[in-house]
């Protein structure tokens, strides 16, 4: 059941997230360009505000009487978003990055729960009620990329961290099955980056059982590098591969 106040509060959080990385960064790191095989500080916060843009346009789309445009037709796809901004100066992606969230919270401020409950209001998202793919969007992306940006500075105890307020914040927004094992998974992946193996893979196991569609990924995971080779990871994804075995 979707909860308007505790999801505003969410993306309030991940937007913070990110100026807090931004925030710890000398000057020269944050106007430094990256590479489409190694984002920069820059990338990462133009990315994940277009995203925001992408979906506050969308609910603004709705609610006007437009039709909204669909992440599989989104043309701003990740290297295109890269390249857009590759040469701008750092203060137009901060701002860029400032409009979009707060676009993204304004959308989502006009909804009433039901109507983040909805399937329905954003058609190409149907898989999920909204106030899931608003989280995604911005929290849970941004928090991501967070997260692969300070593994990509050497940072591993700061990763996981931030992989442990994923889970950790967002426990008790649902119920479901397929939800607690998101839980669970981003859980494994905290334990993994700290070469925490056995807890690791207790939670992997426990996430699997809830939400055998995490399974795949976990295979290429990165995060979860860590404990693929153990014997006891490899005769959980034996047993998931036969389950009635």
């Known amino acids: 059941m979707a909860n308007k106040a505790r999801v505003l509060e969410l993306l309030e959080r991940g937007y913070s997230a990110e100026a807090a990385l931004v925030a710890g960064l000398p000057d020269e790191e944050r106007s430094n360009p990256g590479t489409w095989g190694r984002w920069s500080v820059r990338d990462t916060v133009a990315h994940n505000a277009a995203w925001k843009a992408h979906l506050a346009d969308g609910l603004a789309a709705v609610s ?12 701003h796809h990740s290297e295109v978003i890269i390249g857009e901004h590759h040469s701008k100066p750092w203060s137009e992606i901060e701002a860029f990055a400032e409009q979009a969230h707060r676009a993204l919270v304004r959308q989502v401020g006009l909804l009433n729960d039901e109507e983040l409950d909805s399937l329905e209001l954003l058609p190409w998202r149907g898989d999920r009620p909204l106030w899931r793919v608003a989280l995604g969007t911005g929290f849970n992306h941004p928090l991501i990329h967070i997260s692969d940006y300070y593994k990509q500075r050497g940072d591993i105890e700061q990763a996981a961290e931030v ?7 967002v426990v008790d927004l649902d119920d479901s099955p397929d939800w607690q094992g998101l839980v669970k998974y981003n859980l494994a992946c905290r334990h993994s980056l700290l070469g925490e193996k056995g807890p690791a893979i207790d939670r992997l196991r426990q996430a699997l059982d809830l939400n055998p569609g995490l399974l795949d990924w976990s295979k290429e995971d990165p995060d979860l590098e860590a404990i693929r080779g153990e014997p006891a990871c490899r005769a959980l994804y034996e047993s998931h591969a036969h389950p009635d075995a």
């Not at 006007?64 to 445009?69: A, D, F, I, Q, S």
């Open 163 to 169: 992989i442990s307020e994923l889970a950790t914040a």
């Open 64 to 75: 006007e009487g437009r039709e909204p445009t669909s992440a599989a037709d989104y043309e």
